[in-house]
């Protein structure tokens, strides 16, 4: 089984609908984090998560939130989706030990299309 | 403040060609570098770091040396494969910053046989 999941894969939606992503990681790691992926515009980072109860606005958080509701578990939510978050959603997670560099796995992104 | 530059796409090789992708960086630590590969439809995975200036990391035929004195982490590999082609994000982390990676826009390889 993959260490990192998420879900869904794929959705279609449309414009106003509110929409959650959920990701799930059984590596046990404290961190976790969510991407957006644009073409040309490589990986830029929502929101990241230290732990439970420590969570991060990252560079693009406008029209996003998110939930940790528990170690393993990471939802990102769009409240009212719009067209331009029609991207690749990529959820990560690491172990925030000095030892590992902040080396992050992957999960298999979640392709959000907005209409 | 941090960041990644690396050289944009399309590269296009033959199979066997040696391949190159540039990258610099910016940071005001001592950050740790890495190379990171998606394949068509997955996610991404590390394909190498560096925690170090001077280490080499290295993967299937793929290296990548950490240059201080030229902020630089260009991956190279001296024989590349169909199986290669794929999108290849250079990245970034630096523990005084306490956030996650910074990632480059990603160099898509394709090669053909």
């Given at each position: 089984?993959a260490d990192v999941t998420q879900?869904?894969?794929?959705?279609?939606?449309?414009?106003?609908?509110?929409?959650?992503?959920?990701?799930?990681q059984?590596k046990?790691?404290?961190?976790?984090y969510?991407y957006?992926q644009?073409?040309?515009?490589g990986l830029?980072?929502?929101?990241?998560?230290?732990?439970?109860?420590?969570?991060?606005?990252?560079?693009?958080?406008?029209?996003?939130?998110?939930?940790?509701?528990?170690?393993?578990?990471?939802?990102?939510?769009?409240?009212?989706?719009?067209?331009?978050?029609?991207?690749l959603?990529f959820c990560a997670t690491s172990?925030?030990?000095?030892?590992s560099?902040n080396e992050q796995f992957f999960g298999p992104g979640?392709?959000?299309?907005?209409? | 403040?941090?960041?990644?530059?690396?050289?944009?796409?399309?590269?296009?090789?033959?199979?066997?060609?040696?391949?190159?992708i540039?990258?610099?960086?910016?940071?005001?630590?001592?950050?740790?570098?890495f190379w990171y590969v998606q394949y068509p439809g997955e996610g991404l995975q590390l394909l190498l770091k560096?925690?170090?200036?001077?280490?080499?990391g290295s993967n299937k035929g793929f290296?990548a040396?950490?240059?201080?004195?030229?902020?630089?982490?260009?991956l190279?590999k001296?024989?590349?494969?169909?199986s290669d082609s794929a999108v290849y994000f250079c990245a970034?982390?630096?523990?005084?910053?306490?956030?996650?990676l910074?990632f480059?826009?990603g160099t898509t390889l394709?090669?053909?046989?």
């Open positions: 089984d879900t869904p894969r794929n959705r279609i939606t449309k414009t106003g609908k509110r929409i959650m992503l959920e990701c799930s059984t046990g790691h404290d961190r976790m969510w957006r644009d073409p040309g515009l830029r980072l929502i929101y990241y998560s230290f732990d439970v109860k420590d969570i991060n606005k990252g560079e693009i958080s406008d029209g996003y939130s998110v939930s940790r509701q528990a170690q393993a578990k990471f939802s990102l939510s769009l409240e009212s989706a719009i067209p331009n978050q029609t991207a959603y172990d925030g030990t000095w030892s560099y979640t392709r959000l299309t907005v209409l | 403040g941090n960041s990644v530059t690396q050289m944009e796409g399309p590269v296009t090789l033959s199979e066997e060609a040696f391949l190159t540039n990258c610099t960086y910016t940071a005001t630590g001592y950050p740790s570098l560096a925690t170090k200036a001077d280490d080499k290296e040396t950490y240059r201080k004195e030229t902020t630089s982490f260009h190279e001296g024989s590349v494969q169909v970034l982390s630096d523990p005084q910053a306490g956030t996650a910074i480059g826009k394709s090669v053909s046989s």
